[in-house]
């Protein structure tokens, strides 16, 4: 890599938005959402550290790491005016960039973002301490099990079609995120995100960065957070949480979808987001 950060560019016009990506998922992955805001907006998608520096350090403990690289991506393309839009744990990269640079106004928008409420965070210390299995560690396992070499498209999404977690996904949907998810080497399809950098996100869980969460109360710019009624994520209990203690945070609700929402539900994502910007969040 440069020294500069790099991003894929998705066109557009006018007012930049900088969308930051989940874990596991090229920004690519969220094109056809990321094509209809580029309809109103200049979107480009930033690309964490998980997609362009290759060693999985040892050093990387807490995501805050991921906040620093956005700062300086956004003082590298001079986009100070631009908006945040993130998903899982882009989502959280943006609002911690946000509370800890107090000179960054950017409006923010987070799509189902890795939150959780202080009880939920309690129980997760409690079954570390205690040294049972978290569903981080389910997570990690599974991210180091994950298939990274297809021999074509067809394949990888014969693979993933009919996965539980992809189960509200369109036959077109799944064409398109798998499209983003991998990149052609030597005439194969590999991931263009590596398992253990996703592993290494999984381990270093959200539970390990309290800093956000005792900031919340006293963020100050309006911002709006999406929400996948059916998410196993940002559950119900931490979407009351927010609501409670943070009443600058508009909470939008889609029903029947997950975590995923953003490729589920492109369209309706898209909509909550523009109509949100037109009323000058």
């Known amino acids: 890599m440069s020294d500069l950060i790099p991003y894929s560019d998705f066109g557009g016009s006018g007012r930049t938005i900088i969308f930051l990506h989940g874990n596991g998922f090229p920004p690519e992955c969220y094109s056809p959402l990321l094509n209809i805001l580029a309809t109103q907006y200049h979107v480009i998608g930033m690309?964490?550290?998980t997609m362009w520096q290759k060693e999985v350090p040892d050093s990387i403990l807490t995501w805050k790491i991921f906040a620093d690289d956005l700062t300086l991506f956004i003082k590298q393309h001079q986009l100070q005016d631009a908006i945040l839009v993130g998903h899982s744990f882009?989502?959280?990269?943006?609002?911690?960039?946000l509370q800890n640079d107090q000179t960054l106004r950017n409006p923010?928008?987070?799509i189902d973002p890795v939150m959780v409420s202080p009880l939920r965070l309690i129980k997760l210390y409690l079954a570390t301490w205690k040294k049972k299995t978290t569903m981080s560690q389910k997570l990690k396992q599974a991210a180091l099990r994950r298939k990274r070499v297809f021999s074509s498209l067809e394949e990888a999404e014969k693979t993933?079609?009919?996965?539980?977690?992809?189960?509200?996904f369109s036959q077109q949907q799944m064409k398109a995120f798998v499209e983003g998810l991998l990149r052609l080497v030597d005439g194969k399809y590999q991931l263009k995100i590596s398992p253990e950098w996703e592993a290494k996100i999984y381990s270093t869980a959200i539970?390990?960065?309290?800093?956000?969460?005792?900031k919340i109360p006293f963020f100050k710019e309006r911002s709006l957070v999406i929400w996948g009624t059916e998410s196993d994520t940002f559950r119900i209990d931490a979407v009351n949480f927010l609501k409670f203690v943070n009443k600058n945070f508009l909470i939008k609700k889609i029903e029947h979808a997950t975590h995923l929402v953003p490729f589920e539900r492109p369209e309706e994502t898209a909509t909550l987001i523009l109509e949100t910007l037109s009323e000058k969040l």
Do not use: N, Q
């Open 47 to 49: 690309h964490s550290r």
């Open 108 to 110: 923010l928008i987070m």
């Open 160 to 168: 993933y079609t009919g996965k539980p977690i992809f189960r509200l």
């Open 90 to 97: 882009g989502a959280l990269s943006a609002l911690r960039t």
């Open 207 to 214: 539970y390990k960065d309290i800093d956000i969460f005792l």
